[in-house]
């Protein structure tokens, strides 16, 4: 529910979603939000070789997608190693703000439909993107089975840090079933727009699943909404309490469920999977350029 603030609307383009990502001319405030951000995430790790931390936030359009692309930009710039994994299944949009095709994504390798990993590198060094792939029928499903478990482990094999955009927590149950997959979530909340009770109840639910919440990205702290970057300019890290509620809200599926195995992209070794080599070719993929 909001206080009559205008909600983020997801990017519907390319070039819209663009407009939105970090990059050496966005505003001096953005880039140190997120520089901030980022310094805490790297002291929250718990020791991992290959700390995995997912995005998410209590209902749609808080701006989590955004937050989640510019916070694997921002600890890409430091010269790690960054995948950035589109987790939302049900509405993915990854894929429009760095230009690649959604095919062999996520969800057709843990529904085992395909063999290939497909990891795309980007025009920001350091920086690579595993899609969601084709809608599914069962997101939550697919995000409890071993399969999940066998991805995470093979891209911790390649990689310095995970960055997995997820759905809203107060909307569908994806979110909360990775709890003890990852290191921990990085919560985003609108100034302004989310109701105390919608974060209370979605951080209880994080905890109900002995889920690590790591922080806050509280956007539009000032209520300045008239560039680009308006809901991000402020964007700080903090920490609420906790109470619960539950919003209603209702989504869509798709029922077509179809699935291409075509395309190549990145080489890093072979995962452990039962029954299944997973073979991935690493090369850079010319559609991410404009």
Known sequence: MAFGKKVLRTPRTQNEAKTRMLSASSPFAVREAYNGIRAKLLFTGRGEKCPVFAVTSAMMHDGKTTNAVNLAISIASTAKRVLLIDGDMRK????????????????????????????????????????????????????????MDNLLDYVKQYFDYVIIDTPPVN???????????????????????????????????????????????????NGKSSTHYGNYRSSRYAYYGKSYYRSGYSHGYYSNYYYSSSGTDSKAGTPAKKNTEQKTEQKEDTSAKE
């Open 92 to 147: 993915p949009t990854v894929h429009r703000y760095f230009g690649v095709e959604n095919k062999n994504g996520l969800s057709e390798i843990l529904a085992g439909l395909t063999n290939e990993v497909k990891i795309r590198k980007t025009e920001t060094e350091n920086l690579h993107v595993l899609t969601s792939g084709q809608i599914p029928p069962n997101p939550a499903e697919l995000f409890a089975s071993p399969q």
């Open 171 to 221: 909307v569908v149950s994806d979110a909360v079933i990775l709890a003890e997959k990852i290191t921990g979530y990085v919560f985003v909340a609108q100034s302004g727009k989310n109701h105390f009770y919608e974060l209370s109840y979605a951080l209880d639910t994080i905890q109900q699943m002995n889920g690590n919440v790591v922080g806050f990205v509280l956007n539009d702290v």
